[in-house]
Antibody, heavy 117, light 112 residues
Framework: EVQLVESGGGLVQPGESLRVSCAAS????????MHWVRQAPGKGLVWVSR????????NYADSVKGRFTISRDNAKNTLYLQMNSLRAEDTAVYYC??????????WGQGTMVTVSS | DIVMTQSPLSLSVTPGEPASISCRSS???????????LDWYLQKPGQSPQQLIY???NRASGVPDRFSGSGSGTDFTLKISRVEAEDVGVYYC?????????FGPGTKVDIK
């Protein structure tokens, strides 16, 4: 079964850093754009970032630009989101999702990031 | 950035009855290639989002045919011909035309 599994979430203090990961399986990871989408508790979905198949094309939401870095390791079939200078408003479930011409067709189960003192 | 709006924001439906959700974008989502870059997603309670409709009107794999998407440009509609209990959750539209991709606020559907 095609699968995305996020990991690395946790509780951090404001200003600290955290890296979340997304492990892909049962598909050719290196063929696809990959995205991060987050959801604050009780709130809606917010797109965060995307990266193309070879990592040469990257975009961010304004709210995370300059603080977050998306990357991928195609040899390890893994997507990353390095989050620096974390703020309380970054508290959310972070989902990775596979991007295709036909939308976001596969989603992970999400990893919770809590930023609190 | 493109702003997405949805209406209604909540909907209570009797099983077997139809339901309709409207989504509007602040800019046209119609590309020069003829595709409308508007997707629909459903997030069931306690679950990750799942894909329903892509490019405005195409059902994703495994999506029941009671779900249909229509519209073009800035006005789109998701219709459920006969709501079932398993359809409860929050429905989101999302523009996929340009980064940053933006989601609508969501429409919460529950069963009467």
């Amino acid at each position: 079964e095609v699968q995305l599994v996020e990991s690395g979430g946790g509780l951090v203090q404001p200003g600290e850093s955290l890296r979340v990961s997304c492990a892909a399986s049962r598909f050719t990871f290196s063929d696809y754009w990959m995205h991060w989408v987050r959801q604050a508790p009780g709130k809606g979905l917010v797109w965060v970032s995307r990266i193309n198949s070879d990592g040469s094309n990257i975009n961010y939401a304004d709210s995370v630009k300059g603080r977050f870095t998306i990357s991928r390791d195609n040899a390890k079939n893994t997507l990353y989101l390095q989050m620096n200078s974390l703020r309380a408003e970054d508290t959310a479930v972070y989902y990775c999702t596979r991007g295709t011409l036909n939308g976001f067709d596969i989603w992970g189960q999400g990893t919770m990031v809590t930023v609190s003192s | 950035d493109i702003v997405m709006t949805q209406s209604p924001l909540s909907l209570s439906v009797t099983p077997g009855e139809p339901a309709s959700i409207s989504c509007r974008s602040s800019q046209s989502l119609l590309h020069s290639n003829g595709n409308n870059y508007l997707d629909w997603y459903l997030q069931k309670p306690g679950q990750s989002p799942q894909q329903l409709i892509y490019l405005g009107s195409n059902r994703a794999s495994g999506v029941p045919d009671r779900f249909s998407g229509s519209g073009s440009g800035t006005d789109f509609t998701l219709k459920i011909s006969r709501v079932e209990a398993e359809d409860v959750g929050v429905y989101y539209c999302m523009e996929a035309l340009q980064s940053p991709f933006t989601f609508g606020p969501g429409t919460k559907v529950d069963i009467k």
